[in-house]
């Protein structure tokens, strides 16, 4: 090798050394022959769907409760911290996932605006939305508790805001979902070692068969949520 081309090699390498070096120091992703290595540490972790979902979902529950006793106090910290889940939550989607996205996006406009002006039903309507489009993205991350717990759970919510604002009437759809879903998780809670849970929900179920008040409605929904809330802790053990 003639003086001119050692030289040469020289630089090289000189190059190749301190790209290696940046990259060790600042993480910077290098392009050798055409091939992308993106840096490992900006890699989500498999976790990260399960737990910026249960950021979501549980600010949504606390702001659900605060509104329903006319508790603003920091209700918008909740929401900052709900939209920035949101937000990461964009970027490991599935394509399966697009269309409860773009729902709870419109959602979460709809809650803050609520949130902002203290518009205690609207805000509650939106917060139980949110909750059950952050378990249906949950169910594609294939979460552990099924589906149907954050159903009736919802269901029971709105029989709580319904009981306030219509009329015996125009409960009953929901009562019938709330219905359906039930029977449907009936199953799996009892394979889960809750026995005393399905007859608990049996026993409010029929009780709904006799309700003629929007009180006893609004009672029976209340006791509905308690349980969606123990049952769902069943599939967190």
Same mark, same amino acid.
């Given at each position: 090798?003639?003086?001119?081309?050692?030289?040469?090699?020289?630089?090289?390498?000189?190059?190749?050394?301190?790209?290696?070096?940046?990259?060790?120091?600042?993480?910077?992703?290098?392009?050798?022959?055409?091939?992308?290595?993106?840096?490992?540490?900006?890699?989500?972790?498999?976790?990260?769907?399960?737990?910026?979902?249960?950021?979501?979902?549980?600010?949504?529950?606390?702001?659900?409760?605060?509104?329903?006793?006319?508790?603003?106090?920091?209700?918008?910290?909740?929401?900052?911290?709900?939209?920035?889940?949101?937000?990461?939550?964009?970027?490991?989607?599935? $394509?399966?996932?697009?269309?409860?996205?773009?729902?709870?996006?419109?959602?979460?406009?709809?809650?803050?605006?609520?949130?902002?002006?203290?518009?205690?039903?609207?805000?509650?309507?939106?917060?139980?939305?949110?909750?059950?489009?952050?378990?249906?993205?949950?169910?594609?991350?294939?979460?552990?508790?099924?589906?149907?717990?954050?159903?009736?759970?919802?269901?029971?919510?709105?029989?709580?805001?319904?009981?306030?604002?219509?009329?015996?009437?125009?409960?009953? $759809?929901?009562?019938?979902?709330?219905?359906?879903?039930?029977?449907?998780?009936?199953?799996?809670?009892?394979?889960?070692?809750?026995?005393?849970?399905?007859?608990?929900?049996?026993?409010?179920?029929?009780?709904?068969?006799?309700?003629?008040?929007?009180?006893?409605?609004?009672?029976?929904?209340?006791?509905?949520? $308690?349980?969606?809330?123990?049952?769902?802790?069943?599939?967190?053990?």
């Amino acid at each position: 090798m003639n003086k001119k081309s050692s030289v040469h090699v020289h630089r090289i390498s000189e190059v190749v050394a301190i790209l290696l070096l940046t990259a060790f120091v600042f993480g910077s992703s290098i392009c050798f022959a055409g091939q992308f290595r993106p840096p490992v540490a900006n890699s989500p972790t498999p976790s990260a769907p399960a737990n910026e979902l249960e950021t979501l979902i549980g600010n949504a529950r606390d702001i659900y409760e605060k509104s329903k006793i006319n508790h603003w106090k920091h209700l918008d910290k909740k929401v900052s911290s709900l939209m920035r889940a949101e937000q990461t939550i964009s970027g490991i989607m599935h $394509d399966k996932d697009i269309p409860y996205y773009k729902n709870l996006m419109g959602v979460t406009t709809d809650l803050e605006r609520a949130v902002a002006v203290q518009d205690r039903i609207a805000s509650m309507k939106s917060a139980n939305k949110i909750m059950l489009l952050g378990a249906r993205l949950a169910e594609t991350h294939n979460a552990a508790t099924p589906i149907n717990v954050a159903v009736i759970g919802y269901c029971g919510r709105k029989l709580e805001i319904l009981s306030e604002t219509e009329s015996v009437f125009d409960l009953s $759809d929901t009562v019938t979902k709330l219905h359906l879903s039930w029977q449907q998780l009936i199953p799996q809670v009892t394979a889960h070692g809750g026995i005393k849970e399905v007859k608990k929900f049996a026993d409010i179920m029929k009780r709904f068969e006799v309700a003629k008040t929007p009180e006893e409605y609004g009672r029976l929904a209340a006791a509905v949520v $308690d349980q969606a809330e123990i049952i769902e802790k069943l599939f967190k053990k």
